[in-house]
């Protein structure tokens, strides 16, 4: 007898853990401001690199068992979500109409509202074309020397770690770079060619990391934030997910 209500006791313990968890679908969108005068408006740092805490998520990637409480979702943490789930997509199409502004990375994921010790930071590294040429803005304010848009022929890559965490409020803290791709020296009859690569190399270094730092604390869920840089814009959308019951009681049986 006594066995049993032990066991129901575990099992309603398990369950309040299972309903007091919060989840969140998480959903960013990063900008690149392509205008000459913001990128030149500060004196980029000629190398950044992001230190990744041991217990990191790789975008896309499932988040270890061990690294997460006991009472935790596992098939509702850091998951990728679908394109079509995306609830920030009208932003985005207004945004490519721009011609001072182009949506470099766009992505959500699921996570449990956890607190600074617990919550996991995310990783991603991707590949961003150079951006198209854009041409008959000779009579807009854009041709200024100020206003005009940078020439680049290059492809960068944006790295960046994001981590949401859950006290009283949600909060994020962010860090992104870009910066450059360092192109590929390939076989050559021509003994210059190497020289053409370092002169091009040096062009790159002397340009900088695109770099961003920023905390945002107090972010209240289902309303849109910003996050304001010179060059790279965040779009954040923290919306409350609910697990469905059958799921939760399947995951509380195991």
């Known amino acids: ?5 032990s066991a129901l006791f575990f099992l309603l313990i398990n369950t309040s853990f299972a309903e007091d968890m919060r989840y969140y679908d998480v959903e960013v969108v990063i900008i690149e401001n392509l205008s000459n005068k913001s990128r030149n408006s500060e004196n980029w740092p000629l190398q950044v690199n992001l230190v990744q805490a041991e217990k990191t998520v790789q975008l896309g990637q499932p988040a270890l068992k061990e690294w997460l409480p006991k009472d935790v979702d596992l098939k509702s943490s850091y998951k990728l979500l679908k394109a079509d789930t995306y609830q920030l997509t009208d932003k985005v199409e207004k945004i490519s109409e721009s011609k001072t502004q182009r949506v470099i990375f766009h992505t959500a994921w699921r996570q449990p509202g956890l607190d600074k010790k617990q919550a996991l930071p995310i990783y991603f590294k991707r590949e961003v074309p150079a951006p198209p040429v854009i041409e008959d803005i ?6 200024s020397e100020d206003g005009s ?3 680049k022929s290059n492809p960068s890559i944006l790295e960046g770690i994001l981590r949401v965490t859950l006290a009283r409020y949600l909060h994020l803290e962010a860090e992104l770079t870009l910066k450059d791709k360092i192109p590929e020296i390939e076989n050559s009859d021509n003994p210059f060619s190497v020289l053409d690569n370092q002169s091009e190399l040096s062009n790159i270094d002397k340009q900088g990391v695109i770099h961003l730092k920023q905390k945002r604390r107090r972010i209240r869920s289902k309303e849109l934030h910003y996050l304001d840089h010179p060059v ?4 954040i959308l923290i919306t409350p997910y609910q697990i469905p019951e059958d799921l939760t009681e399947k995951s509380t049986v195991k």
């Open 1 to 5: 007898m006594k066995t049993l209500i």
């Open 138 to 143: 000779s009579n807009s304010d854009q041709s």
């Open 149 to 151: 848009i940078a020439a």
């Open 232 to 235: 790279l814009g965040i779009l």
